[in-house]
Nanobody
């Protein structure tokens, strides 16, 4: 059974930065991050479509950067210039033969 474990969430002031990490139990090409804002549906943050190509949600382009370490089976999300509207639960995502999700990590941005 594939497992995804997130870390790195927390509380930060607006304009600050956080780095999220996700470790998978095996190497997966399609990995990334989604988030769920209070009262909203889960939305794309950033994802590796394959081993190198990425896709970002419009609201985070230019502020967030996804990266990966394939040897360590990890994907990272560097979040800069955080805004209160980035407050959400962030989920690590992967796709093998089906969608896979981590348990989520809370990111709270105070104004």
């Amino acid at each position: 059974q594939v497992q995804l474990v997130e870390s790195g969430g927390g509380l930060v002031q607006a304009g600050g930065s956080l780095r999220l990490s996700c470790t998978a139990s095996l190497k997966i090409n399609t990995m990334g991050w989604y988030r769920q804002l209070p009262g909203k549906q889960r939305e794309l943050v950033a994802v590796y479509i394959n081993s190198r190509m990425t896709n970002y949600g419009d609201s985070v382009k230019g502020r967030f950067t996804i990266s990966r370490d394939n040897d360590k089976k990890m994907v990272y999300l560097q979040m800069n210039d955080l805004k209160p509207e980035d407050t959400a639960v962030y989920y690590c995502y992967a796709y093998t033969t089906r969608d896979l999700w981590g348990s989520g990590t809370q990111v709270t941005v105070s104004s």
